[in-house]
């Protein structure tokens, strides 16, 4: 499957992964969802509860309001994104224990090299636990 994301959208999960960093950073991805094309136009930074450099956590809270908004300017939650300050761009036994959305996308933005590598990933469609999708940045949205 193919994942579009506006480049705004992009530059701020990778600015915000790095603004956190050595910590995890994470938030909530916005955009639209027609006829199964996803297509990420908002990334919206919320707090790790966790304060760790392994795992993320969001409050309910944090996570509800952010969905109410989304609501509000007409865009559909997709999921969300947290940073992986030192290991790579794969989901982590803790991910998988949290990445229980079928219909959700998990992007993951790895800060171990010396370019940030994201990446897209999916869980809970056919025998592997998780498999990853195509993140096509899209500049013109
Ligand atoms: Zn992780």
Same mark, same amino acid.
């Given at each position: 499957m193919?994942?579009?994301?506006?480049?705004?959208? @992009? #530059?701020?999960?990778?600015?915000?992964?790095?603004?956190? @960093?050595?910590?995890?950073?994470?938030?909530?991805l916005?955009?639209?969802n027609?006829?199964g094309?996803k297509?990420?136009?908002?990334?919206?930074?919320?707090?790790?509860?966790?304060?760790? #450099?392994? #795992? @993320?956590?969001?409050?309910?809270?944090?996570?509800?309001?952010?969905?109410?908004?989304? #609501?509000?300017?007409?865009?559909t939650p997709l999921g969300?994104?947290?940073?992986?300050?030192?290991?790579?761009?794969?989901?982590?036994?803790?991910?998988?224990?949290?990445f229980v959305d079928p219909s959700a996308s998990y992007?993951?933005?790895?800060?171990?090299?010396?370019?940030?590598?994201?990446?897209?990933?999916n869980v809970g469609q056919?025998?592997?636990? @998780?498999?990853?999708?195509?993140?096509?940045?899209?500049?013109?949205?």
């Open positions: 193919t994942v579009t994301i506006s480049q705004a959208a @992009f #530059r701020a999960i990778v600015d915000h992964s790095q603004s956190q @960093f050595p910590l995890e950073a994470c938030g909530l916005a955009g639209t027609t006829t094309q297509t990420v136009t908002q990334a919206i930074a919320l707090p790790n509860l966790a304060q760790s #450099r392994y #795992r @993320f956590e969001i409050a309910p809270q944090d996570q509800l309001k952010a969905v109410l908004a989304m #609501r509000k300017l007409g865009l969300n994104y947290h940073s992986h300050p030192e290991t790579p761009a794969r989901p982590s036994v803790e991910d998988l224990a949290l992007i993951i933005v790895s800060l171990a090299e010396r370019l940030p590598v994201v990446k897209c990933f056919g025998e592997n636990p @998780f498999s990853e999708d195509e993140l096509v940045v899209n500049k013109e949205i």
